[in-house]
């Protein structure tokens, strides 16, 4: 038997400022879950990059002491995989909302997971605009009231498990803010996993979400691996993330893995490409000197 | 001795690989050559797209004539009748057309081709017989053949030799050669603009390159996709130029020299993001080709219309800087330039070229290596007190020492709201005095980059009665034009942006008559020059259909406007 050792404590990624999301906004739990992986796995400050784009929950970033990018909407992981290419040694994780990932970046979302670039991408999921007060999401779910949907959404709302799985996510798990601990262990099991992973959080926005609470989330989540469910099953895997919301929009709702996969990650194929190389690591002045015959070829 | 070929013929039938087959066997013979080509945005088809090669035994930096050439290579019926009646000598294949006189070189080129064992062939013969025109031994063919087809076999090469041998005995035995002679000197490198800028990049240590097809930057992505990885370079083909661009931030984040490349169109997608770069002040290179707007506009064909773009993208002001090269050559050392900039004021620097100065080729001469200096400016890679250390600390310059992942200690986050010193937002209150700092430490930047420009250089002799006041590849015709024609200079921009304003008022003021000579439709450098310095170029000679200026008229234009103005 292995005796789990805590290297690190969860406050030592902490900085002296606290958030400035509302109190009980789920973003909360989806913080403290991500400072208890890093400190489990206890990856120094130094080599960890969170990269988020703009929302509430990309405010995130702000309250970690790692380095860190809080880019532009929708463009968290394009800059994530520029960050990891460059320098595949740190752990780069990345932060954003449903419209973040969902709306706006969409098309990062698929490319990243076919490339199964080695990132870790928590999207916290509220099912509104939070920071533009309140508008329709990508997930809200269809006949829902937002702002910008007064009578009632006529959108379905976009599956982004299914979605993941199908553009080639190898990791692809949902958790709820509501369970930090629960959410903590797919968060570390998302980093150490080798590719892309998709952590999609049940994440409350307490101020403009009056649907879909963290009571009417409590009332549904049930844990996949006390269900029996094998996340190395495609079929098995796809089937239940269309469970919630494509099946039935106030059914039960699956968490924890839903799906999980060997697959070469981009950042490996690319440094076979390069022989092993990396950018960050490669001398700068490489191609200078053989600058002559370089250009020996161009005779 | 300075010769214009054209080649002619149907898109996809191999005009411009034989083009380039001419342009090397002169490079290889030591002389000066540059090539531009004509081509429209169709894979197969239009019949009468050209590949220029002039040839000169001193230097050149443009194409040569638009409405004469010494040669054409007349690969078909249309070619013929677009371009005979400007050319001196016309090699075609008799079978295409039945016409004789003075300067016509008809020549059975389909027929030696099958001959010789394949219709496709039939460019071979034609190089064969220009080869016979010009007196040029065919060993310094075989060279090239062996070069080009040396993969696919040996028979593959004698077989283009016997085609090239058939057409050279043609014109041989029936017309004899034109009175060249080329003088010999050690070969050449040859190469593209395109290839000057990613050959610059590599050179100048970028270590990652990501972009989204677009002509005419893709030549960029294809040269480094097989040259960077030998060098450690990663290079991605992003989904779209909002990634390519992103991804190339993350990486500078990451901390190696990184850059992006794209035309108008991509570079309308980039846009917020080099606002990103500037405002969490992130080095990072955009090499922007332009080509024919607005929209998709002229996807195939040149134009200088986003120089105010590339000064004015994204919302907001912040720091940016434009360098243009103005020859192949030159493109090298600029992009050396760009990389330190980049680092040295963390700021968005745009390398700015177009589709005729990214697709011609040219002869370079000797490199100068210790123009290749790497500047990395204040970047920090030995630990920091965490507690001390502010990413946007206050400065003199503007510039705040920078740690990247890894450095223990120097752990920020890098944001694209409003910021203070170490790096918090402060946009979920009203912060004015924090704004107005940190606003004005990015700009002050400006000031000190702006004391690194370059001003325009005089190009000619001072004194000269005009001066063509131009701007990044137009310099190439134009200097081409005051070497050749008596009274004119040339004022060449290359540093955009910032100007070095009193350097630039200077030079402007000595120049007697000026006119302004770029290709877009609403004079951007005048413009700029106005916007910037309160000048006003009040002439200018504007051209907007896809081709560059040459140097014959260029030579029209002036006499117009010399005419123009003694009668008023
Ligand atoms: C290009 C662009 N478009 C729109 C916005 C405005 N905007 C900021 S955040 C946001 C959506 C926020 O929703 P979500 O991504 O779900 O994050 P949340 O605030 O709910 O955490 C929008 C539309 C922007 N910043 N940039
Ligand atoms: S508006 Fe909603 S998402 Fe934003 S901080 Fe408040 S509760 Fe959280």
């Known amino acids: 038997m292995t005796v789990k050792i805590e290297v690190r404590k969860p406050a030592e990624y902490a900085v002296a400022r606290p958030p400035i999301w509302c109190p009980g906004c789920g973003d909360y739990g989806i913080l403290d879950a991500l400072r208890r992986a890093l400190a489990e796995l206890g990856i120094p400050n130094e080599r960890v990059v969170v990269v988020s784009g703009i929302g509430c929950s990309s405010q995130l970033p702000h309250f970690m002491k790692t380095y860190g990018i809080h880019g532009i909407h929708g463009r968290a992981l394009p800059i994530a995989t520029g960050v990891k290419l460059a320098n595949p040694d740190l752990t780069v994780i990345v932060m954003g909302g449903d419209g973040d990932g969902y709306a706006i970046g969409t098309n990062h979302l698929v490319h990243a997971a076919r490339r199964n670039v080695d990132i870790t991408y928590i999207v916290s999921n509220n099912q509104v605009y939070g920071l533009t007060t309140g508008q329709m999401a990508p997930t809200t779910l269809k006949g829902v009231k937002t702002r910008s949907t007064p009578y009632g959404s006529v959108d379905d709302p976009v599956n982004p498990l299914a979605l993941a799985i199908a553009s080639g996510a190898t990791y692809v798990a949902r958790g709820f803010s509501g369970d930090p601990a629960h959410l903590a262990g797919l968060i570390k099991g998302g980093i150490e996993h080798r590719g892309f992973a998709l952590i999609d959080v049940l994440s409350p926005c307490v101020t403009f979400n009056r649907v879909n609470t963290y009571d009417w989330f409590k009332a549904r989540v049930y844990k996949l691996e006390e269900s029996g469910h094998d996340p190395a099953d495609l079929m098995q895997a796809m089937a239940k993330a269309l469970e919630w919301p494509t099946m039935d929009p106030y059914g039960r709702i699956p968490i924890g893995v839903i799906y999980r996969a060997e697959r070469p990650t981009y950042d490996g194929e690319m440094s076979r490409l390069l022989k092993g190389a990396s950018p960050a690591a490669s001398p700068i002045d490489n191609a200078l000197s053989e600058g002559p015959t370089i250009l020996k070829s161009f005779i | ?568």
């Open chain 2, 1 to 568: 001795m300075d010769l214009t070929i054209r080649l002619s013929g149907a898109q996809g039938e191999g005009v411009e690989s034989t083009g380039r087959t001419v342009a090397s066997t002169f490079s290889r013979m030591g002389l000066h050559v540059f090539t531009f080509r004509m081509y429209g945005s169709i894979i197969k088809g239009n019949p009468t797209m050209f590949y220029q090669v002039r040839v000169s035994d001193r230097k050149i930096h443009s194409h040569g004539p638009w409405n004469s050439v010494d040669v054409l290579i007349a690969l078909n019926k249309n070619a013929f009748a677009a371009y005979v009646d400007m050319a001196r000598v016309t090699i075609f294949d008799s079978a295409d057309v039945k016409r004789e006189g003075r300067g016509l070189i008809g020549v059975p080129l389909t027929e030696y081709a099958l001959k010789a064992g394949n219709r496709i062939m039939k460019n071979t013969v034609a190089v064969g017989a220009l080869y016979a025109l010009l007196g040029i031994d065919l060993s310094v063919l075989e060279g090239l053949l062996r070069r080009e087809f040396g993969d696919k076999g040996e028979k593959i090469v004698e077989q283009n030799m016997a085609a090239a041998e058939l057409g050279y005995k043609h014109v041989e035995e029936h017309y004899g050669g034109l009175n060249v002679s080329f003088p010999r000197d050690s070969p050449k490198p040859l190469i593209s603009g395109a290839e000057a800028l990613a050959l610059g990049a590599l050179f100048s240590g970028m270590k990652f390159y990501a972009a989204y097809p677009m002509t005419p930057a893709s030549p960029l992505l294809h040269f480094l996709a097989e040259w960077g990885p030998r060098y450690g370079v990663s290079v991605v083909q992003a989904e779209d130029e909002i990634a390519a661009i992103n991804m190339a931030i993350g990486a500078s984040y990451a901390g190696v020299r990184a850059a992006t490349g794209t035309s108008g169109g991509g570079f309308s997608l980039m846009h917020e993001a080099v606002g990103l770069a500037a405002m969490i002040e992130v080095p990072v290179v955009v090499f922007l080709g332009q080509r024919g707007g607005p929209s998709t506009g002229l996807p195939t064909e040149t134009e200088q219309a986003d120089l105010l773009m590339s000064i004015n993208p994204s919302q907001g002001d912040f720091p940016i800087v434009v360098l243009a090269p103005t020859t192949i050559e030159d493109g090298l050392y600029t992009v050396a330039r760009a990389f330190n900039i980049a680092e040295k004021y963390q700021v968005p620097v745009m390398v700015l070229t177009d589709l005729y100065f990214n697709e011609s080729m040219t002869t370079i001469g000797e490199v100068d290596w210790s123009r290749f200096k790497v500047e990395r400016g204040d970047l920090v890679t030995s630990p920091v007190v965490w507690e001390e250390y502010k990413r946007y600390r206050l400065t003199e310059t503007g510039v705040s020492p920078r740690t990247v992942p890894g450095v223990p200690g120097g752990m920020h986050i890098a944001t694209s709201d409003e910021h203070d010193e170490k790096g918090d937002v402060i946009t979920d209150r009203h912060e004015p005095k924090v704004r107005r700092v940190m606003m004005e430490k990015r700009m002050r930047k400006l000031d000190y980059i702006r004391r690194e420009m370059e001003p325009p250089s005089l190009y000619g002799s001072p004194g000269a009665r005009t001066t063509l006041v131009v701007w990044g590849s137009t310099a190439m015709p134009v200097m081409d034009f005051v070497d050749t024609s008596q009274g004119y200079n040339a004022l060449i921009f290359r540093d955009l942006y910032p100007l070095p304003r009193d350097q630039a008022l200077k030079a402007l003021s000595e120049a007697a008559r000026k006119i302004a000579v770029e290709v877009n439709y609403t004079g951007q450098l005048v413009a700029l020059l106005r916007r910037e310095l309160g000048v006003d170029i009040g002439e200018r000679v504007v051209k907007y259909w896809g081709e560059p200026f040459s140097v014959d008229e260029l030579g029209e234009l002036m006499r117009k406007r010399v005419e123009a103005v003694v009668v008023t």
